[in-house]
């Protein structure tokens, strides 16, 4: 697609469920990110796909949290048995080759746990 | 291990005013260094980027960003503000030859009309 496409765009869930936040990342990007932002804070890593592949996981919070990328396209976040301070805005992002040259980042999906 | 600090969390400057976002990084080479906005409910857009070359780096909607080693930082700046400009401002760095970027937590900018 012509961008970094998230879905859903809000979602409110009730503690204990589980959700799943998708990203379609730019077509022929091979690199993809998964950034959480909460509020007043800066962008947190959570995890990077080259590929299908993650080779950096480090900034999954908790075993909670999986994320596994499809075909080397689409990424789905999982977080299971979602806890209040679980509520942010979660960021991808995808980039052509190094992700340390740049990324497009996709508009976010905001989620509330209450 | 690289870091950002953005060391003022707001600003607010009038319309028409000059402006200039701070940033320092901590890497021990040459990083890549990048400034983002984020307008309400938007993702991250990219305003500019430095890899390597001419330290003064000219971005979009005016902005531009001056890297100075010897200060380790990368400050943004615009020569007149206007009302538009209001969103929040992340510094990231990247490394060479590494996958991901660090960010800073941010500067909001205020624009008074």
């Known amino acids: 697609g012509a961008g970094v496409s998230q879905s859903p765009s809000n979602k409110v869930t009730e503690k204990g469920k589980d959700v799943e936040l998708r990203c379609d990342p730019i077509s022929g990007h091979t690199a993809l990110y998964w950034y959480r932002q909460s509020l007043g804070q800066g962008l947190e890593f959570l995890i990077y796909f080259q590929g299908n592949s993650a080779p950096d996981k480090s900034g999954l919070p908790s075993d909670r949290f999986s994320a596994e990328r499809t075909g080397g396209s689409v990424s789905t976040l999982t977080i299971q048995r979602t806890q209040q301070e679980d509520s942010a805005v979660y960021l991808c992002?995808?980039?052509?080759?190094?992700?340390?040259?740049?990324?497009?980042f996709g508009s976010g999906t905001r989620l509330t746990v209450v | 291990a690289q870091s950002v600090t953005q060391p003022d969390i707001h600003i607010t400057v009038s319309e028409g005013a000059s402006l200039e976002l701070r940033c320092n990084y901590s890497?021990?080479?040459?990083?890549?260094l990048f400034w983002y906005v984020q307008s309400p409910g938007q993702g991250l857009q990219l305003l500019l980027k430095y890899f390597s070359g001419d330290t003064l780096v000219q971005g979009i909607k005016g902005f531009e960003a001056e890297f100075k080693r010897s200060q380790s930082s990368f400050n943004l700046r615009k020569p007149s503000v206007h009302w538009s400009d209001a969103a929040e401002y992340f510094c990231?760095?990247?490394?060479?030859?590494?996958?991901?970027?660090?960010f800073g937590t941010g500067t909001q900018l205020k624009v008074e009309l």
């Open positions: 890497y021990g080479a040459t990083p890549y």
């Open positions: 990231a760095v990247g490394v060479r030859g590494g996958n991901k970027l660090t």
């Open positions: 992002a995808s980039t052509p080759g190094q992700g340390a040259q740049g990324y497009t």
